[in-house]
């Protein structure tokens, strides 16, 4: 078998496999806003505080999701492998 | 179908150097920031003592910006909310570019990693500053002296993830805008291929823009700038 062909099938694979990891911060920031939409209604006056560190948290925890996507787009545009064969 | 989807490109090279590019982004980031010079003299031309019109918007800004920054970092701060309100409008902008045909200057990793180190500096400075360089030594070997290197790699880890998320977010936006148009030209090929134009490219994109380019570049930019707050104003209070 041709090993570029190998390497790149495998990193389309291995890209598309990295995404799995966007599963983690949907649950997380569905959770997130669900938490905060119940405090919401639990305290309306304290909805600009509550919606601020919502945003904050969510944009914490969305970065696991980011760093599977920074990965996917090295395999994809950047690989490092291809260059090897 | 042909989709191409590639880095910034260089335009050429400084002093003829191979090893100083100019690049896309940095033609962009000069653009903006030359944007940004002219927006804040308009805004500022012949200042009143009543504002009105565009004073009271820019003044509406800065007060905006002003009560952030002592929201989120305490009293005593309002030295840094000029820092705030440039990463803020840099980001902002620089980001909305693409509303202008030109690639967003923060889907670039170096001009985010800059940014971040520049953070990054404020939030060491502000620790050994605030706790004596002993106590910023010190605070490494928080909670037990075997968690050091954890310790360290979680310094490293800041900068590091502030980079790589405004950056993942702008890029994956910009790579999902240009996979969809290329997947739109052929779905318009396939059904409507008696058009001379691929029609379902009219539109659709701007509903994804809004979301991957407007509401994401907003998001990015407060983002950006409250973790920036939020990290500097723990560094002061940790002394």
């Known amino acids: 078998m041709d090993p570029k062909a190998f390497v790149a099938g495998m990193s389309a694979l291995g890209a598309g496999m990295a995404m799995i990891a966007g599963l983690g911060p949907g649950i997380g920031e569905g959770y997130t806003a669900g938490q905060a939409c119940a405090a919401i209604g639990r305290q309306p006056e304290a909805q600009g505080d509550i919606t601020r560190t919502m945003i904050l948290g969510i944009a914490m925890a969305e970065s696991t999701g980011i760093y599977a996507l920074v990965v996917a787009l090295i395999l994809l545009f950047a690989n490092p492998f291809v260059g090897q064969f | ?239």
């Open chain 2, 1 to 239: 179908m042909n989709v191409e989807i590639n880095g910034p490109q260089v335009l050429g090279y400084l002093f003829g150097n191979p090893n100083l590019p100019i690049t896309e982004t940095m033609r962009n980031a000069w653009i903006v920031m030359v944007f940004i010079l002219f927006l804040c003299i308009f805004l500022t031309r012949r200042m009143e003592k009543i504002p009105k019109g565009k004073q009271a918007f820019a003044e509406k800004a800065v007060i905006m910006i002003d009560n952030l920054v002592d929201s989120t970092m305490g009293p005593g701060c309002r030295a840094f909310s000029p820092y705030i309100a440039t990463l803020l409008m840099s980001s902002l902008f620089g980001s909305l570019a693409t509303l202008f045909w030109m690639r967003p200057v923060t889907a670039d990793l170096n001009t985010t990693l800059g940014w971040a180190l520049i953070t990054f500096f404020l939030i060491t400075f502000n620790k050994i500053k605030y706790g004596g360089l002993g106590g910023y030594l010190k605070g490494f070997l928080e909670p037990v002296f075997v968690m050091a290197p954890l310790n360290v790699l979680s310094e490293v880890a800041t900068p590091v993830s502030m980079s790589f998320r405004h950056f993942g977010n702008m890029a994956g936006g910009l790579v999902i805008s240009t996979l969809m148009m290329g997947a739109l030209e052929v779905l318009s090929n396939a059904v409507l291929g008696f058009l001379p134009v691929p029609l379902l490219q009219i539109g659709i994109p701007g509903v994804l823009s809004l979301y991957f380019d407007c509401f994401t570049a907003c998001m990015q930019a407060f983002i950006f700038s409250m973790l920036t707050m939020a990290y500097v104003g723990d560094a002061r209070s940790s002394g």
